[in-house]
T-cell receptor, first 111, second 114 residues
Framework: EAQVTQNPRYLITVTGKKLTVTCSQN?????MSWYRQDPGLGLRQIYY???????DKGDVPEGYKVSRKEKRNFPLILESPSPNQTSLYFC??????????FGSGTRLTVV | GEDVEQSLFLSVREGDSSVINCTYT??????LYWYKQEPGAGLQLLTY?????DMKQDQRLTVLLNKKDKHLSLRIADTQTGDSAIYFC??????????????FGTGTLLAVQP
């Protein structure tokens, strides 16, 4: 079954403690992306990757890092999380001629 | 600039039709999408329409596209309580195929009353 797997689903952490949200896809797609969802703002793109070793900033990249060392994985890294990064995060992938497939989401709370 | 607007809330009675509206700004968008998000769940692609189409029907769902007014709508016939969710409109501007970026609206919460 084609899927995008994010871990963890829920995470509560403290300000400044580095964390990584993992994302893996089994569809052999080149394109992957991270979005955050906030009430009243919809989904906003954080970073995207067109292919292995190729990443670029989206609309709200501040405070985040990503890496794309292999095609299937696209982790999101928060080096020093702050409370304004409390949000619902979605990883997504897209193939040629297909729509986006989203992961189930990671709800992050930074206290 | 890029902007997709939706009304925030819609309440209908079970069995009625629901119409969720969306306006977008980028006329270069090749694809326009509707996603559904149920409570605590991820985003499910409901349907999409190519920009050269005016209408697309898929069972209970009808998508209408007015390119001149940059207006997109989703009609759900015979709305059921299971249709209660947040519905997102999204466009994919054509940056020469460079980014595949989706621009989302703020989402419309559809509440279906039994």
């Amino acid at each position: 079954e084609a899927q995008v797997t994010q871990n963890p689903r829920y995470l509560i952490t403290v300000t400044g403690k580095k964390l990584t949200v993992t994302c893996s896809q089994n569809m052999n797609h080149e394109y992957m992306s991270w979005y955050r969802q906030d009430p009243g703002l919809g989904l906003r793109q954080i970073y995207y990757s067109m292919n292995v070793e190729v990443t670029d900033k989206g609309d709200v990249p501040e405070g985040y890092k990503v890496s794309r060392k292999e095609k299937r994985n696209f982790p999101l890294i928060l080096e020093s999380p702050s409370p304004n990064q409390t949000s619902l995060y979605f990883c997504a992938t897209k193939g040629q001629g297909t729509g986006y497939t989203f992961g189930s989401g990671t709800r992050l709370t930074v206290v | 600039g890029e902007d997709v607007e939706q009304s925030l809330f819609l309440s209908v009675r079970e069995g009625d039709s629901s119409v969720i509206n969306c306006t977008y700004t980028d006329s270069s968008s090749t694809y326009l999408y509707w996603y559904k998000q149920e409570p605590g769940a991820g985003l499910q692609l409901l349907t999409y329409i190519f920009s050269n189409m005016d209408m697309k029907q898929d069972q209970r769902l009808t998508v209408l596209l007015n390119k001149k007014d940059k207006h997109l709508s989703l009609r759900i016939a015979d709305t059921q309580t299971g249709d209660s969710a947040i519905y997102f409109c999204a466009e994919m501007p054509n940056y020469g195929g460079a980014t595949n970026k989706l621009i989302f609206g703020t989402g419309t919460l559809l509440a279906v009353q039994p």
